[in-house]
Every structure is written in C-alpha cells, then in structure tokens.
C-alpha cells in the first residue's frame, strides 16, 4: 500500500502587499497568491498551516521587514519545460537586479517568445517565492503583473529592492 499524500496545507498572513495566501505540503510551498483588491481565493477557508509554510511566512516577513534578500525555503511548481526553464532563470535574478524579456527568451534559447516568456512569467504559481517582479521591458518600464493589485503591487516590490523602474 502506497502511502497517502501529505494534506493540502494553507496559511493567509498579513504583508504590506495586503494578505498573502501560501499553498504547499509538508515538503513544499506550491502556491502563492497576493490579494488582489483585498481578496484572495481561499476567503473563508481555515488556515492549515505546515512548517514549511511557516518558514515561508518567516521569510517573507523577513524579505518584507528588509532583513532577507532571498529565499531558501523549498517551492515545487508545475509547469511546461518552457515555463521550467524560464522560472529557472527567475529564481537566478538577484535582489535588486533585473532582467528583460529578450534576455530570459535568449537564456532559453527562444530569442524571438516575447509574450510566450511574458505568458510564462505570468503564469509564476509562487511571485516573490521565485521573483518574476525582477523582470521589466528593455527599457525599465513595468509592462505589467499578474499577482496582487497588478502593476501597484510590482512598483511596490520594485521599490522595496531599490529598482529603477518607469
């Protein structure tokens, strides 16, 4: 008999992005999600927390109070090989550097997948966890965001880690 996977655990804290709800298990954060105008899908659902989700809310808190520049906690995603490779390049983005579209496209030998990299971005189950707020247009604007408040939450975090953005 195999044995039974672990339970789904849930854990919403507070952050100055407004509430952040983490996913994961006992081996994993799998999800992150950032209110999006104060709301978050899992509203009314009982926290589950595990330890690792724990530590993900420890580190955060720290990330948030200035005190941590990046995270060791273990995340585990599903994804096309494309958007494998593509958060790979994310997770290598350190704090307080960018990157451009054309770059990580290039990083993955798809120099010409603009809006797939753009798509694969975006589609990012666990932002700030692996940092997809790191990437702008070759010209430092925000060409957008998909978690929280979308391009108000990316400013934020931008200006958090001292980046240059337009």
């Keep these: 008999m195999s044995p039974l996977p672990a339970p789904s655990g849930l854990l919403v804290i507070d952050s100055p992005l407004g509430r952040i709800a983490l996913r ?33 809310a420890a580190q955060l808190a720290e990330y948030f109070a200035g005190r941590r520049r990046d995270f060791d906690v273990p995340v585990r995603v599903s994804g096309t090989p494309f958007q494998q490779a593509i958060w790979e390049q994310l997770r290598a983005i350190p704090f307080g550097a960018v990157r451009g579209y054309g770059e990580l496209g290039r990083a ?20 700030l966890l692996i ?15 998909s978690a929280g408040d979308g391009v108000t939450t990316k400013a934020w975090l931008l200006d958090h880690e001292g980046i240059a953005h337009r």
Aim: aromatic share 2%; proline share 9%; with cysteine.
């Design 24 to 56: 994961g298990d006992d081996t994993a954060v799998t999800g992150l999600e950032i209110a999006a105008a104060g709301r978050l899908s899992s509203d009314g659902a009982p926290d589950h927390p595990t330890p690792v989700l724990q530590r993900a």
């Design 108 to 127: 993955t030998g798809r120099a010409t997948a603009g809006r797939a990299v753009g798509g694969a971005v975006g589609a990012n189950p666990v932002p």
């Design 131 to 145: 940092p997809c707020h790191r990437v702008l247009a070759g010209d430092g604007r925000i060409t957008g965001y």
